[in-house]
C-alpha cells in the first residue's frame, strides 16, 4: 500500500477526522473507531512503513511504549492492567499496512488471545 492511500497517514496528516489523544513530531495516538475494550487507542509513527522492522527510525518504538504508559495512567488502566498489541501480517489479523499499536484496557482479556 503506499503512502498516499494510506488510512493512517491520512488520519495523521488529518485530512481523516480522528479522536486524536496525544501526537508530537514523531508519534499520533487517536481513539479506535471500533473499540474491543472501554479503552482502545491506537498509537501510530508518523513515518509510514508496514512493521516495525521498515521503519527507518526504530528508536520511536521505545517512545511509543512510554506514551503509552502514560495514556494507560491517564485513562486509569495501569494499575489494573493493560495490553499493547501489534498485529503482525494477515494471519495476526493485520487489516491496516501503516505499523499501529493498540493500547487496550478497562476489562479483563483472556490468554492465549484468540
Ligand atoms: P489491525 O487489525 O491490527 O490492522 O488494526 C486496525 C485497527 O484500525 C482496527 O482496530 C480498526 O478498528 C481501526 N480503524 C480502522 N479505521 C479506523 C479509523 N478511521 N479511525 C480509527 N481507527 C480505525
Ligand atoms: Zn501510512
Redesign the pocket.
Known amino acids: 500500500m503506499s503512502l498516499i492511500s494510506c ?2 497517514c491520512k ?1 495523521i496528516a488529518k485530512e ?1 477526522p ?2 486524536i489523544v496525544y501526537e508530537d513530531e514523531k508519534v499520533v495516538a ?7 475494550a472501554p479503552t ?1 487507542i ?1 498509537l501510530v509513527p508518523r513515518e509510514h512503513a508496514r512493521f516495525v522492522e521498515e521503519l527507518a527510525d526504530k528508536g520511536v518504538v521505545g517512545r511509543i511504549y512510554k506514551i503509552a504508559a502514560d495514556l494507560a495512567r491517564e485513562n486509569k488502566i495501569a494499575d489494573s492492567g493493560y495490553r499493547i ?3 503482525h501480517g494477515r494471519a ?6 501503516h505499523v ?1 499499536f ?1 493500547l487496550l484496557g478497562g476489562r479483563d482479556f483472556s490468554w492465549p488471545p484468540g
Open positions: 488510512l493512517f488520519i481523516i480522528a479522536g487517536f481513539k479506535d473507531i471500533a473499540p474491543q482502545h491506537l498489541v501489534v498485529n495476526a489479523g493485520q487489516a491496516v499496512d499501529h493498540h
